[in-house]
């Protein structure tokens, strides 16, 4: 175990870096924007349809993802998350300046959509792998764990400052903390590696790899296990309270049960990430995924008694909070890391679009007045089939990069 966690302290740069970046980056903007809302929604007279009704918005990062990936391959971690650090402070700033107008506001919306992304694990995540392996998964799930840590920091902290100064220096704040972590991860970062063999091109044509990529069949196998297992995504993130009160579960139990999701997803990343690092990851990833459909399809049945409740929401937490590694993990397993950050955009992607499925399913459901439980069951089918594909992905590694390059893939 010394050894394991030893390659953590040597590489502690790239490993802070990331951290670092991540946590001061685009995945907290949500913690950001629900704290400023209320104050800007009374202010300006923004009805709430209105405000939701932008949200919808971040579905233009989901075609972006791909690219960004590509552009991280290509000019490494340091140049393409420079743009989104530069950006975010220029973005905050305009933001307490605004006038009132929502169509400013949607603007620099879906610009923070598109520029900042830049500042998330597609990106950061791709310092990891580069100088960490024995302990891959573990670092992965140290990283991943970043900006949920630093919501539960910073939301607080912000939300209490708000009240007091106002949201306009409360952004003004954002754009001073963003710059600053986000220049401090710039200069933690140590000179990329261009993979196991030194002497390989970083970079290849367009055409060159990316029919490689579509040539190996794990692309197709994790594409079609994260587009079955994130249909139910849209419960984790925004109707997960909803549906336990359907359940008859009273108010106080919906916190204690949304808290016990809290831990899951904690744990469950770091038992993931370290179970990645010792057994085959694809066995990991198939039971790391199934306790999710086990928890909805406790949900979905007539059981509402609090204990099988609270071991169900449990076990979709777990699954939640795996799934932070295992996709990453799996990439480089399968794909080496030369063109990790171009497949990890696609798989970003891909997981985006099977969440605003899920999103739109259930919206047509409660609205003809099914409810949540043919949902639940529909999903938990859906979750388990994703499950059992994962179990086909590639058990080799690449044996070195030159072979991802011409399409080569790993043998089951």
């Known amino acids: 175990m010394s050894a394991y966690l030893a390659e953590l302290r040597v590489q502690w740069r790239p490993l802070l870096a990331a951290i670092i970046g991540m946590s001061s980056g685009y995945s907290i903007t949500n913690y950001v924007t629900s704290i400023m809302a209320p104050h800007m929604l009374q202010e300006f007279g923004w009805s709430k349809a209105e405000f939701a009704a932008i949200g919808s918005l971040g579905i233009i990062s989901t075609l972006v993802f791909p690219f960004i990936g590509r552009l991280t391959d290509i000019i490494g971690v340091r140049k393409t998350a ?3 650090v530069l950006f975010f402070p220029i973005a905050y700033t305009i933001l307490s300046l605004q006038p009132g107008n929502i169509r400013i506001y949607i603007g620099l919306f879906l610009a923070m959509g598109i520029i900042c ?7 950061y995540s791709r310092m990891v792998v580069q100088y960490v392996e024995r302990a891959r998964g573990l670092a992965l799930a140290i990283v991943a764990s970043g900006p949920a840590i630093m919501g539960v920091i ?9 009240e007091a100064h106002g949201w306009r220096n409360g952004y003004v704040v954002m754009a001073i903390f963003s710059g600053a972590c986000g220049v401090i991860a710039l200069l933690l970062m140590p000179p990329e590696r261009k993979g196991a063999n030194a002497t390989l091109p970083r970079t290849r044509a367009a055409r060159e790899d990316y029919p490689a ?7 197709w196998i994790l594409a079609g296990a994260m587009l079955l297992c994130n249909l139910p995504q849209v419960l984790a993130l925004t109707q997960l309270n909803l549906v336990l009160l359907d359940n008859g579960v009273s108010a106080a139990g919906v916190s204690a049960m949304i808290s016990t999701f809290a831990v899951g997803t904690l744990v469950g990343r770091f038992i993931c990430g370290i179970a990645l690092d010792r057994f085959p990851a694809h066995i990991v990833a198939a039971l790391g995924m199934a306790l999710s459909a086990c928890g909805l399809f406790l949900i979905a049945s007539p059981y509402d008694a609090t204990p099988v409740l609270m071991l169900a929401i449990l076990l979709v937490g777990l699954s939640f909070g795996a799934e932070g590694d295992l996709v990453s993990f799996l990439v480089v397993k399968a794909f080496g890391v030369r063109v990790y950050s171009s497949v990890m955009g696609m798989m970003t992607a891909t997981i985006s679009i099977a969440a605003s499925i899920g999103a739109l399913t259930l919206g047509i459901m409660l609205k003809n007045g099914v409810g949540f439980a043919p949902f639940l069951g529909i999903c938990g089918v859906t979750v388990l089939l994703g499950s059992l594909l994962l179990l086909f992905m590639p058990t080799s590694a690449p044996v070195e990069e030159e072979k991802i390059a011409e399409g080569e893939t790993a043998t089951a």
């Open 117 to 123: 992304i830049t500042t998330t694990a597609t990106v």
């Open 82 to 84: 420079l743009i989104g």
């Open 213 to 219: 990529i579509f040539r190996n069949r794990a692309f």
């Open 154 to 162: 910073l939301a607080p902290i912000l939300n209490n400052f708000v």
